[in-house]
């Protein structure tokens, strides 16, 4: 496998499963250093012991809320006293509500899914943002959407509008942070592996593409990888949909 991240560091939040576990054994398996961040420690710790096992001392688990602006800043300040720097920032963290409409859903669960879906990015980049911009050495934030954001939702209030929300978000920071050399980008998937915040991926889960299968984590790794890597050097401000076809599933 190619090696392009070798020398780098790289941060995957809600790396203790599915997509974002992929995203961590991915961008390890290609020479990264990372750092597992998951609250949960029994997840978090067995990801990076799997990484470890393949290359050893390339991954450590991180607990960090990272919607909570003290821990995020504590968080980089760790990577880069085990690891010596940040090079790519993974916003993958979320939750969802489901089942209430806007008649129902209680704003508790709301305002904890923003925080979770849209503050974690703005946080997370922010500081490590930063540490990038002292570093002087550019870097790559991929912020993992969802074709919620794209669309009406009759199952799901703050899940969809966090989503649309990060979108916005990216381009903003990528105008912002593109005179750094910092390349900031979505890729957006549709249905991966288990339904957010689940374990265990339900028999028979509806989709909805043109490729007529299931997506895997691995392919949404598989993005994550090219789109911050040097090969994807000129490409900032993008959404890059790795969702079947889903939008247009049916046109």
């Keep these: 496998m190619q090696q392009r991240f070798e020398g780098k560091t790289a941060i995957v939040t809600g790396a203790g499963r599915n997509v974002g576990a992929a995203i961590a054994h991915r961008l390890a398996d290609e020479g990264a250093r990372v750092a597992v961040v998951d609250l949960d420690e029994g997840r978090g710790t067995t990801v990076a012991q799997k990484i470890n096992a393949d290359h050893p001392g390339s991954a450590q688990w991180f607990g960090c809320d990272v919607s909570d602006s003290e821990q995020v800043q504590q968080l980089v300040a760790d990577v880069v006293a085990t690891f ?15 089942g209430a409409t806007v008649l129902e859903l209680e704003e508790d669960t709301w305002h904890q899914v923003l925080r979770v879906c849209l503050d974690s990015v703005f946080l997370c980049s922010k500081y490590a943002g930063r540490q990038m911009v002292a570093a002087g050495n550019g870097g790559a934030i991929v912020n993992i959407g969802s074709t919620s954001g794209y669309r009406a939702r009759v199952n799901a209030t703050a899940y969809a509008a966090a989503k649309a929300a990060v979108l916005s978000l990216t381009r903003s920071v990528a ?16 249905k991966v592996g288990s339904p957010v915040g689940q374990d265990v991926e339900p028999e028979g889960r509806k989709r909805d593409n043109v490729l ?19 090969e994807a050097g000129f490409m900032t401000a993008a959404d ?5 076809g889903s939008l247009y599933a049916g046109s």
């Design 84 to 98: 010596g720097s940040v090079d790519v920032l993974v916003n993958n963290v979320a939750i969802t509500d489901r």
């Design 175 to 190: 105008a912002q942070l593109g005179e750094h050399g910092i390349r900031v980008n979505t890729v957006v998937p549709n």
């Design 212 to 230: 007529n299968r299931g997506a895997v984590p691995a392919d949404i790794a598989n993005a994550v990888a090219f789109v911050a890597s040097d």
């Design 240 to 244: 890059i949909l790795v969702d079947g």
